[in-house]
Antibody, heavy 117, light 107 residues
Framework: EVQLVESGGGLVQPGGSLRLSCVAS????????MNWVRQAPGKGLEWASN????????KYADSVKGRFTISRDNAKNALYLQMNSLRAEDTGIYFC??????????WGQGTLVTVSS | EIVLTQSPGTLSLSPGERATLSCRAS???????LAWSQQKPGQAPRLLIY???NRATGIPDRFSGSGSGTDFTLTISRLEPEDFAVYYC????????FGQGTKVEIK
């Protein structure tokens, strides 16, 4: 069974930083592209970033480019999202997601990030 | 960036009725890159349909997807109580985008 377990969310002040983690199990982690998708309170889904299976190719939404960094450690079956210069509009649930083919196939339960003073 | 527009925003129906949800893309999307997911309150999304018309593992056959190019449809043939939720289309072209969602609520 595929499992994706996020952690690292919490309350942070505007301008602060957080590092999210996602630990994967139940599949060969090193073979799959991974994504971070976020959801503001009461809003829809917004893709934030993705990383290729090897970690060599990364992409970001314009809304987070230059502030967020995605990375992975295939030896630890772990995905990360370093978030700097956080803003109120970054508040929401952050989901770790596995891509199969071109589709987001599996989702974690998410971790809540709240940016507020 | 490809923009996905879902309609209607909210669909009010009764159990047993048929639901038809639309997803329109701002430019042509490869059918293999169009998917539908369901999200219930407090839960992560769950994949229903991939490749525009293929049901994911364990998805009941009352869910079906169709369409091509810029117009795609998710149909729920007979609504069950557990189907009342928010539905999102997603696409992957040069970047990944989601529609804004359609809420299917009990009438």
């Amino acid at each position: 069974e595929v499992q994706l377990v996020e952690s690292g969310g919490g309350l942070v002040q505007p301008g602060g930083s957080l590092r999210l983690s996602c630990v994967a199990s139940g599949f060969l982690f090193s073979a799959y592209e991974m994504n971070w998708v976020r959801q503001a309170p009461g809003k829809g889904l917004e893709w934030a970033s993705n990383i290729s299976s090897s970690g060599t190719t990364v992409k970001y939404a314009d809304s987070v480019k230059g502030r967020f960094t995605i990375s992975r450690d295939n030896a630890k079956n772990a995905l990360y999202l370093q978030m700097n210069s956080l803003r109120a509009e970054d508040t929401g649930i952050y989901f770790c997601a596995r891509v199969v083919g071109s589709t987001i196939w599996d989702w974690g339960q998410g971790t809540l990030v709240t940016v507020s003073s | 960036e490809i923009v996905l527009t879902q309609s209607p925003g909210t669909l009010s129906l009764s159990p047993g009725e048929r639901a038809t949800l639309s997803c329109r893309a701002s430019q042509s999307v490869s059918s293999s890159h169009l998917a539908w997911s369901q999200q219930k309150p407090g839960q992560a999304p769950r994949l229903l349909i991939y490749g525009a018309s293929n049901r994911a593992t364990g998805i009941p056959d009352r869910f079906s997807g169709s369409g091509s190019g810029t117009d795609f449809t998710l149909t729920i043939s007979r609504l069950e109580p557990e189907d009342f939720a928010v539905y999102y289309c997603q696409q992957y072209g040069s970047s990944r985008t989601f529609g804004q969602g359609t809420k299917v609520e009990i009438k």
